[in-house]
């Protein structure tokens, strides 16, 4: 997968699992331990290699994430941003920003969703060439919950279903999806559901009939947290802050894994942490310049 591929982060909705929290603020920008929660989403894109981000939210919520995250530059990337008047799916996300996608893969990611493992960023950026869709897929206990996709015994995907009441597997299906650009046509041409929203396991349906979906199970030890819930959100506040003590690394920092990607020098990443002083993330970015710049991502 090469730079070619652009990123979406959704990250609209009305977060109401987490009310009162969210009733005047985004979910994504709700704190995860020591930093906001489109950091880690972010992150997870920039990991693997995408350089052109497009964050979806609601319409009195763009200035608060352009006061955040700016253009990009911070990150060394190039970062837009468009407006999702209503909640209206996650595969609305491919129309709202078709002109974005043009004749580019895109990757979507869910604002809520936060990624960690051994080189998992290292193993997205391998990703060649698109030709259809590629979904990512974890074992859960709890699968009913989820979208489920079966396997049959070679991986190939089988069948995919939204919540099943009998799942005919633990495989539930993440917030990261890959696409080839007809995923623009595609997903215009999705019927709303039941619930008037375009479906991303429609959409992920459509490519399976035309046997161009392909799936990546997630490997033993990757960690895929939904925050989405007072519960997830404090069970992923406690996960990161247990693995930065733990380890003394940061999760879900974006100057970092910019830098380390070439993205940012030196200078770019002292004067960005020259913009956050006397907090412990700033001098967290500044104790990077001491370390080589090789290490998983």
Not at 155 to 170: H, L, T, V, W, Y
Not at 255 to 283: F, I, K, Q, V
Not at 286 to 296: E, I, K
Request: proline share 6%; with cysteine.
């Amino acid at each position: 997968m090469g730079e070619l591929v652009k990123g979406i982060i959704l990250a609209g909705g009305t977060g109401s699992r987490l009310w009162p929290m969210t009733l005047a603020i985004s979910k994504q920008l709700v704190p995860v331990y020591d930093k906001p929660m489109v950091f880690y989403p972010l992150s997870t894109l920039i990991a693997a290699g995408v350089r052109d981000v497009l964050v979806i939210t609601s319409p009195d919520q763009v200035e608060l994430f352009r006061r955040l995250l700016g253009d990009g530059a911070a990150f060394g990337i190039s970062l837009s941003y468009a407006e999702q008047a209503a909640p209206k799916g996650l595969a609305q996300a491919f129309t709202i920003g078709a002109d974005f996608i043009g004749d580019s893969d895109v990757a979507l990611i869910l604002g809520d969703n936060i990624f960690h493992g051994v080189g998992i960023g290292t193993e997205l950026s391998r990703l060649g060439p698109l030709d259809g869709g590629r979904v990512f897929a974890c074992h859960v206990a709890r699968p009913q919950d989820y979208g489920v996709v079966e396997l049959d015994e070679a991986g190939s995907p089988i069948s995919i279903a939204e919540k099943p009441a009998q799942p005919r597997s633990s495989l539930a299906v993440a917030g990261l999806y890959f696409y080839s650009p007809d995923v623009v046509e595609l997903a215009g041409g999705l019927r709303p559901s039941a619930r008037g929203e375009l479906e991303i396991t429609d959409l992920n349906a459509v490519y399976l009939s035309q046997r161009r979906l392909h799936v990546t199970v997630l490997p033993r030890g990757t960690a895929w947290l939904d925050t989405g819930t007072v519960a997830g959100l404090v069970q992923a506040a406690e996960f990161v802050r247990v693995i930065e003590e733990r380890q003394g690394l940061k999760v879900g920092c974006p100057e970092e894994l910019a830098w380390r990607n070439g993205w940012l020098t030196d200078d770019e990443l002292r004067t960005r942490a020259e913009t956050m002083p006397g907090s412990g993330y700033g001098e967290y970015l500044l104790s990077l310049l001491a370390l080589p710049r090789t290490g998983s991502t």
